[in-house]
């Protein structure tokens, strides 16, 4: 299949092209279900899923049985008064069940929220309760979380009747879904209503609300279809967790979107599992974050014992991408691995492009997507000139693939004038391309992660044995950069190796097991200003410096 040249399509790019490809009307009505199912179904022996699970088992859904399971899930909704509007959250890894949840929840016009297993109590906790969230999907390896969730909404439990655990749920599952129909007439929202609920790491407070409206569909394909280059014939994974936007957006919604098959892997990351799932589903089109090639790439001695790998194409998010990987990449699988840009609130808006022609620059998160307008803004919000350095705004004015309406709950505004800013600082390299030079604030991009260090702070702080603690990114070569903490301990304690262990195990059981600070370091005072306020730049100084040392 020939590509054409990005200049050539962005002239002419119009968003009434992308909306031909949809069944339902932006104006009139849609449901999400039907776009990234049910019009897929026709073809019965068209397969949307194939999965493997934790134990070895594998198997495959078609969107055929996906539509008739999602139409049980969507009655079981119906059944507890579940519906329109109302926020649906799964804590699942990537297993069928997942899948069949959020096609259930989008189908009875709810809005699906995520909940990334590694996430505690804590974190749970304030997700559901900010969301008023009326139900929550688990399984039996999670469901002790659920022990210290106050205010814990309505249960469903991934489990049959004779499981240990099947008495303390609400609900169980498989049988609750036996008993509904396999028919459900689809609820339709509008353009500018919910579907997904997302929360996104900040660097004060807690996480902020993004509720993504159905209109988001249109950059969703756009985005797959010319940046990530999917195909009818792909075999397409993103390794990235359905917990978390690009998992979600574009390992769930996207590919389904398009028609095409999408690939779980519930084991958790290591280099043999990779390469052998590579091998074993003949991926063609692989998209995942740096800190995976990364490690790939430092077990290059493994990919001799996994012949038959044979990927098209690769696509990379989360944090810039090394010039070396790209370089091992080709050479190891003669394929070209593409750096993408994006963030929870807006999707991916910038790219180098598979199925469209470019120059491409070592280093660079690529061009503007057709349907928005990518600037630099220096501190007075004036658009900076090519070679110039700013911040990375969206001119939502000449952005009409546009779709993030500000935090749910009004917790910040990111706007100035027509501006959504980024709070990321690039280089303008001209005509839509840009270069990522880092962040304006604190936020950690930990191997594909964005971690807010108000969140680790305070569940530092939490601990009985911290009076204070900063936690800022230390450079790291695998995974960009880790979480590392400066901690004031009461004089009661000794800042030792026993307490060092003792805080992470807090942290990991608290929030998640990517947030936790890899390295505590304890000191007697946290630099500050005369107001008082902890001045993480010299920390980050500190922490880069050591990193360049090699400590």
Known sequence: ????????????????????????????????????????????????????????????????????????????????????????????????????????????????????????????????????????????????????????????LVANTDHELAA??????????EQQSGEFEPVLIGADDPFLQMFTSGTTGKSKGVAVPAKALAAFWMYMRYAVGLRQDDNFWNVADPGWAYGLYYAVVGPLLLGCTTHFNEAGFTADNTLEFLRKYRITNLAAAPTAYRLLMAND?????????????????????????????KKRFDCVVCDHYGQTETGMTSANFHELDHPHRDASMGYQIPGYRLVALDAGFNEVAVGETGELA???????????????????????????????????????????????????????????????????????????????????????AIVKAYVVTRPEYDGDEQLVEKLQQHVRQRLSTHSFPREIEFVDELPKTSSGKIQRFLLRKQAEEEAEQGA
């Open 168 to 177: 303390e749920a609400d609900h169980l599952f498989w049988p609750v879904l």
């Open 301 to 329: 001695h493994l990919v001799a014992d996994y012949p038959g790998i044979d990927l098209r194409v690769a696509s990379s998010a989360g944090e810039p991408l090394n010039p070396e990987v790209i370089s091992w990449v």
């Open 394 to 480: 969206i001119d939502i004015e000449n952005s009409p693939l546009y779709f993030f309406p500000g935090y749910t709950w009004g917790e910040k505004s990111p706007f100035h004038g027509k501006y959504y800013l980024t709070g990321d600082i690039v280089i303008n390299n001209g005509d839509g391309a840009h270069s990522y030079t880092g962040r304006d604030d604190d936020i950690i991009a930990s191997a594909g992660y964005r971690i807010g260090p108000a969140e680790v702070e305070s569940s530092l702080l939490e601990h009985d044995a911290v009076i204070e603690s900063a936690v800022v990114g230390k450079p790291d070569a695998k995974r960009g």
């Open 1 to 156: 299949m020939d590509t054409i040249s990005y200049d050539e399509f962005a002239s002419t790019f119009s968003v009434a092209s992308i909306l031909q490809n949809f069944q339902g009307d932006f104006n009139e009505g849609l449901n999400v279900c039907v776009e990234i199912c049910d019009r897929h179904a026709e073809d019965e022996s068209r397969v949307a899923l194939r999965y493997e699970r934790v134990d070895g088992s594998s198997g495959e859904l078609t969107f055929a049985e996906l539509k008739r399971r999602s139409a049980q899930f969507a009655g079981f909704l119906t059944s507890r008064g579940i519906g329109k509007g109302d926020r649906v959250a799964c804590l699942l890894t990537r297993t069928p069940e997942l899948l069949i949840c959020v096609l259930g929840a989008l189908r009875a016009g709810a809005v699906y929220q995520p909940l990334f297993t590694a996430f505690g109590p804590g974190a749970i906790e304030y997700r559901v309760g900010q969301a008023g969230t009326r139900l929550i999907v688990t399984n039996p390896e999670q469901w002790p979380k659920l022990a210290d969730v106050a205010n814990l909404p309505e249960t469903l």
